[in-house]
Each structure stands twice: as structure tokens, then as C-alpha cells.
């Protein structure tokens, strides 16, 4: 197991201690990009607020702000301190989730824009929270313009060295806070324009967290604005030096190797690690897997495909054959992950399926419908014994492995999603097994963002395609361990199987009620 | 809905992230430059005389030029570089010849420096070269200077307003 695979389980494993207190659907870790925008609205609506009442002149841009914090610190206080405590939230978010897409493998493929558009949104939100602290004009405000200017000097692009500015008290002028007030307003601008392209592949993206961990998040920062308000540190005088300043170690981490590695070579490390990051989704770099084929002689134009692909990969257009239906799925080959929900959503993929071949509207290369009704069939000839079990899981959750012992015999697939649920109905109805055990990631975090969550209402008859009424459900357990979790898996593997043993055994060879695949 | 222990657990979870966002945002205190010393900078943005002198263009000379770009003079743009010295209680803290900015190397030479030094009483000597001469400086500037700590004492020079300036 290398390196990353076991930052993945440790991950994990960190994940589901926060998910045994918040629950699948309000762990924090599952909604970092969610609570990324939550936090950027709170920091542009206080702002606004701010805005009202800073005076963006240099001369008085402090007092104007002590008078915000003070005077009225019933609201302005608070804003204020909301203000930077969500910046710093925000911070925390964008940085767990990048780590967290990076361990977990979510950075490959058409999901490389997700990844690229985050590396300048990093850069963005410290400039935004740089000159933020800019304005405030205090102690800590003259540290980070005297630094900047300094760091930016080191680039030799200006006429004079720009930390000249902050020469002497003589030498301060509006003419550069002017401009950081600016810069501060404009950069969250441009944060949102990439904020909006990070997400544009995402079929329902999620930006907004659920409520109970919005009101969770938004009380702390507001409990934390009130116990402990933000304040200016003493105002800035360029007649001393900033010896000891309060940083804010969310932003400012930096700055403090300004005293110990050249500014040059600070550029090359930023510079460096930023464009490290670009490359990381072809770092190294991996054959993609094909992107679904529509087979328009079997696809009906029922839009299935297209209403569960979780990337918007598949358009509905105007049919280009002479069959009597208004659509066809169009399948965008960039924006495919190879994922397999859309066959599992395809009326026509169903393994019954015998006068005709066994090829539905739409299907995965690497993992055609029939190839998997073929695997079924193969792994299940196989089973001997009471409570003999089918699982199903899919490649990015439970180790299937761990779950091979006598009387279960597994299948893989790209995502539990792109299991029709019809191939539940077959293998039990057929007698092929006693019962199905679907597994994969964990709740609330499908690697494909929707398979466990369109797995679930298949299942449940509230999506089509439903799972048949006739199929026992006692014969089915659905169990979303993910990969750090395989003793769970084992553990309900054992449960189920124990369950089964108490109901009548299925009967192999028993005929299936036939039925072809009927294009609605 | 959750159980008693699942309540705590985010309950202890909120509390971590509110204590974890508020102490980073001010803690620990980062401890730039020695409090007990004071600090001189020596900045200017100033450029040296031209490498050639200008050259008196003759009659014809200017007679062959097009009507709307006569002018008497021809002049290099090439300046030369300025040096600098700063001496301090008799040790040279900086010495350096700037070149002139710029691809024609016809701009300013900019200087931008800072050095730490002991609060208290010191002697102070800025020297600046901006001629074609080879050797000595064509200003100087002596001052005795109390700095007291944290001091941010600028020395720059402006040609405008006779040399050296100390703020």
C-alpha cells in the first residue's frame, strides 16, 4: 500500500470520526467546498457593511475603524470580527479541501478544471486577505506593506522600489492605500468569477452547506466575534518598526521566512509550488478511461442518462436518426469520468434482456452491461452453501478483498450507480444468489458525487430506474463503508449473511419472469 | 435524530474550530526585528549624469534633420551608475555602485536598504558619487544621530533639496 493510499485510510478514518457526531449529511469534511461559499458570503456581506463606514483615507482609515469597533461594536464590532473570522474559516475550508480531493483522487480527469481554477483562488483569497489587513492601518498593517512592497521589489518590474511608500511618515501618501482598498474590493470579485468556473462541471454542485451546519458554523464565528472581538493592534507609525506584530497565522504564515530566505527565492517557491499544483492532475500521468457510448439504435431519448450524470457530460439534442423519438444523449467526451451512472440509468440495460443483444442506449467501454451480466454470472456459478451473496461495489470504496470468502463472490464496478438495478432483480430472481450486498464509498461522499445518493432512491422507488417491487428487500443491504472502514463491511457482510440463513434459500435455475427491455 | 454523545461531539467540535480560528488569527506573536534595536534605512531614487557629454551639432547637421525634429544638441541617453557609501561610528555598513535602471540604462539608480543597529548615540556619514568621476564623491553628509529602539531613522537623497536628507 503506498504513501497516498495510506493518507487516504487515515483520512478517512478522521472523516468518520466526524461523521459518528455530525451524521452523513452535516459532516464538515463533506461540505468543504459548501462551506468554502458560506464563508465568502459572510465575509463579502460584513464587508459591505464595513465598507459603509471606513473612511479610505490613510490619515483617518484607523480612527475610522476603532470608531466601527467601538462605538457602535453591537454591529460594526461584530461585522468586523465576522469579517476576519470567516476569512480565516474560509482559509481553513479551501485548504482541508484541497488536501482532501487531492488524497481521495478527485483531481483527475475532467475534474483537472475543478482542480486548476482552485490554485489561482488560493492566490486570490490571500491578496484579498492581505490588503485586507492593509486598511486597517495599524502596527501589523505597516508589517504587511513594508513586507509585500519589499517582496514585490525583489521582482524588479517597478521604475523604484515600491517599499519606498513606506519610507518615512513623509513619504506616506494615499496614492497606494487607494489602491489596496481597491485591490480589496476587486480581488473577491474575481474570487467569485473562479469560484463560479471551479464548479461549472458539477451537475448540482453543492454551495450551499446543509442548514444545521450552517447555523453550527455561523454561531461559532458569531459566539467567537463577541467573546472575542477583533481589534487593531496600536495605530502604524513609520517613524518606528513593527517589531512584534499578532499575525494572523491563516494568512500571514509566510511572511515570517521574508526574515530568512531571500525575497527572490521566495518568488521561486511560490511561483513553483502554484505551478506544482496546476500539474498535479496528470502528475503522474494516467491512461483516462473511455467515456460512455450512446448506442443510438437502443437509446430512446428518456434523458435518465442525462438527469443523473453528476459532471454534465450528457446534453439532450434533437434526434439525428429516423427512430420515432424527440431526443438523443449526447455524450461530451471531455467532461466524462467514465463513471458508468449513466447505464446504470438506462431502462434498456437490463440483463432479462434475450431476443435482443444486450446493448443499451448508453454504456461504458471499459465495463460494457453485458460484460457485467457475463461477471455476474461468473462470479455467481461459483456459490455453493447457505446465504450465498452477491456483492456488488464499486471501485473506490470497501476493498472487495476483504469481503471474498466462501458463499460470496464479488463484482466491481467504476461506481455502484452504474449497477442497474434490474441486475439485483436477475440475480435473485434467477436464484443466482440468496441475497445482494451493495457496497462502496461512504455516505455522503460517493467519489462520484451521486452514485450512493441515486443508488439509494433507485432502491427506495423514488427514481427511476426503480428497483421492481417483487424483489424481496430483505434479500438487499446497501452498506457505505468507504475505504477505511472494511471491518464494518465484514461486520454487516456477516449480519446480512446470518439473516439470510434464517429465510428459505433461493433456488438456482428458477426462470426469471421474462421480460424484454421495453424502451419507455 | 442524534444521540446525547454525538450532540457532545459536535458540540466539542464547534468549540475547537471557534478556539482554532480565534487563537491563529492573533497567536503567537511573531517577533519581526530586535525591540531593543533601531533601524536605518537609506533609500533614493536618483540618477547619475549622463556617460557622454552632449555634443553641439553643426549647421548642416541640424539643416539635414526633418523640420519638426531639429534640435542644437546631441546627447547620449547612457547615464552612469551612482555610488554610495554609508558609514556608520566609522564602519562602512553599505557600500555599492548602482547601475542606472532601465534597457538604455538611462534611468535612475534606486537604492533600498535597511540595517539594524544598537539604540543610543551614533555617527553618521552618507556619501554619494553621481559625476563621471573616478574617484571621491560629490556629497557627503554628516550627522550624529540618538536613535532610540524601534527608531525607523530614513536617510534619503534627494538632488532637488541639496543631498542627503535624513528623516
Redesign the interface.
Do not use: C, M
Given at each position: 500500500m503506498g504513501l497516498k493510499q495510506r493518507l487516504r485510510i487515515a483520512w478517512e478514518r478522521l472523516e468518520s470520526a466526524?461523521t459518528?457526531?455530525?451524521?452523513p449529511a452535516w459532516n464538515?469534511f463533506f461540505q468543504l467546498g459548501a462551506l468554502g461559499w458560506f464563508f465568502y458570503w459572510i465575509v463579502a456581506v460584513t464587508g459591505i457593511y464595513l465598507f459603509i463606514f471606513f473612511d479610505t483615507g490613510v490619515t483617518n482609515a484607523y480612527q475610522s475603524l476603532e470608531e466601527i469597533t467601538h462605538a457602535q461594536w453591537w454591529a460594526g464590532g461584530v461585522m468586523r470580527s465576522l469579517h476576519?473570522?470567516a476569512s480565516?474559516?474560509l482559509v481553513?475550508v479551501m485548504t482541508l479541501h484541497m488536501i482532501r480531493e487531492y488524497l481521495l483522487d478527485r483531481l483527475r480527469g475532467p475534474r483537472w478544471l475543478a482542480w486548476v481554477t482552485g490554485v489561482p483562488m488560493i492566490w486570490f483569497v490571500f491578496i484579498a486577505g492581505v490588503t485586507g489587513y492593509w486598511l486597517v492601518w495599524d502596527m501589523l498593517a505597516q508589517?504587511v506593506a513594508i513586507v509585500t512592497t519589499?517582496w514585490f521589489?525583489a521582482l524588479s518590474i517597478f521604475?523604484?522600489?515600491i517599499?519606498?511608500n513606506f519610507?518615512?511618515?513623509?513619504?506616506l501618501s494615499d496614492r497606494f492605500f487607494t489602491l489596496m482598498v481597491f485591490a480589496h474590493i476587486v480581488v473577491p470579485l474575481f474570487l467569485l468569477l473562479v469560484m463560479w468556473i471551479h464548479i461549472l462541471r458539477m451537475s448540482d454542485a453543492r454551495i450551499n452547506p446543509p442548514k444545521g451546519l450552517a447555523i453550527?458554523?455561523g454561531?461559532?464565528?458569531l459566539?467567537?466575534s463577541l467573546?472575542?472581538p477583533?481589534v487593531s493592534q496600536d495605530p502604524a507609525n513609520?517613524?518606528?518598526?513593527?517589531?512584534?506584530?499578532?499575525?494572523?497565522?491563516?494568512y500571514l504564515n509566510l511572511?515570517?521566512l521574508f526574515?530568512y530566505v531571500p525575497r527572490p527565492v521566495m518568488w521561486v517557491l511560490t511561483v513553483g509550488f502554484s505551478t506544482f499544483l496546476l500539474l498535479l492532475p496528470w502528475l503522474p500521468p494516467r491512461r483516462r478511461a473511455a467515456a460512455a457510448l450512446v448506442d443510438l439504435g437502443n437509446c430512446n431519448g428518456c434523458a435518465r442518462c442525462a438527469a443523473d450524470c453528476p459532471f454534465n457530460a450528457i446534453t439532450m439534442r434533437p434526434r439525428s436518426d429516423s427512430l420515432p423519438y424527440e431526443q438523443e444523449a449526447v455524450v461530451e467526451n471531455d467532461l466524462c469520468v467514465a463513471c458508468g451512472i449513466c447505464a446504470g440509468a438506462c431502462p434498456t440495460a437490463t440483463p432479462f434482456r434475450r431476443r435482443s443483444a444486450l446493448v443499451p442506449g448508453i454504456d461504458l467501454p471499459q465495463l460494457p452491461v453485458r460484460e457485467l451480466r457475463e461477471r455476474t454470472l461468473a462470479a455467481t456459478a461459483a456459490l455453493a452453501g447457505p446465504a450465498r451473496v452477491l456483492v456488488y461495489g464499486c471501485a473506490h470504496g470497501t476493498r472487495l478483498t476483504a469481503l471474498q470468502q466462501p458463499g460470496v463472490a464479488t463484482v466491481e464496478l467504476s461506481c455502484i450507480a452504474a449497477l442497474p438495478p434490474s441486475f439485483i432483480d436477475f440475480v435473485l430472481s434467477g436464484g443466482h444468489a440468496d441475497g445482494v450486498f451493495l457496497t462502496g464509498c461512504r455516505e455522503g461522499d460517493c467519489h462520484h458525487r451521486q452514485g450512493i445518493e441515486w443508488t439509494r432512491q433507485r432502491l427506495a422507488g423514488e427514481r427511476d430506474p426503480f428497483l421492481r417491487a417483487r424483489v424481496p428487500r430483505e434479500r438487499v443491504h446497501s452498506c457505505w463503508s468507504g475505504l477505511a472502514r472494511t471491518t464494518v463491511a465484514v461486520r454487516q457482510l456477516t449480519a446480512f449473511r446470518e439473516r439470510l440463513a434464517a429465510l428459505a434459500p433461493t433456488e438456482r435455475g428458477v426462470p426469471a419472469a421474462r421480460e424484454e427491455a421495453g424502451h419507455a | 435524530m442524534?444521540s446525547p454523545?454525538?450532540?457532545?461531539?459536535?458540540i466539542?467540535?464547534?468549540?475547537a474550530?471557534?478556539v482554532?480560528?480565534?487563537y491563529?488569527?492573533?497567536?503567537p506573536?511573531?517577533?519581526?526585528?530586535?525591540?531593543e534595536q533601531?533601524?536605518i534605512?537609506l533609500?533614493f531614487?536618483h540618477a547619475g549624469v549622463h556617460k557622454e557629454d552632449c555634443r553641439r551639432l553643426s549647421y548642416e547637421e541640424i539643416s539635414k534633420m526633418p523640420p519638426g525634429q531639429r534640435r542644437p544638441h546631441d546627447c547620449s541617453r547612457e547615464r552612469v551608475p551612482v555610488t554610495v557609501e554609508l558609514e556608520v561610528d566609522g564602519q562602512v555598513l553599505y557600500a555599492a555602485t548602482l547601475p542606472p535602471?532601465g534597457h538604455a540604462r538611462d534611468?535612475?539608480s534606486?537604492a533600498?536598504q535597511r540595517f539594524m543597529v544598537a539604540a543610543g548615540r551614533h555617527e553618521l556619514i552618507a556619501r554619494l558619487r553621481d559625476s563621471k568621476r573616478a574617484e571621491g564623491f560629490d556629497y557627503e553628509h554628516r550627522a550624529q544621530i540618538e536613535l532610540a529602539p524601534?527608531?525607523?531613522l530614513?536617510i534619503?537623497f534627494r538632488a532637488d533639496k541639496g543631498g542627503f536628507l535624513i528623516?
Open positions: 466526524f459518528r457526531s455530525f451524521g464538515p476576519r473570522y480565516d474559516a481553513v508589517y519589499e521589489d521604475g523604484e522600489p517599499a519606498r519610507l518615512s511618515p513623509t513619504h453550527g458554523t454561531a461559532t464565528l459566539v467567537l467573546v472575542f477583533a513609520l517613524a518606528t518598526v513593527p517589531a512584534t506584530v499578532q499575525l494572523d497565522w491563516y511572511y515570517p526574515d | 442524534p454523545l454525538a450532540w457532545a461531539g459536535q466539542v467540535a464547534y468549540a474550530f471557534g482554532g480560528i480565534g491563529l488569527s492573533l497567536y506573536a511573531y517577533t519581526h526585528r530586535d525591540p533601531a533601524q534605512k533609500s531614487a535602471t534611468g535612475v534606486v533600498y524601534r527608531q525607523n530614513a534619503e528623516h
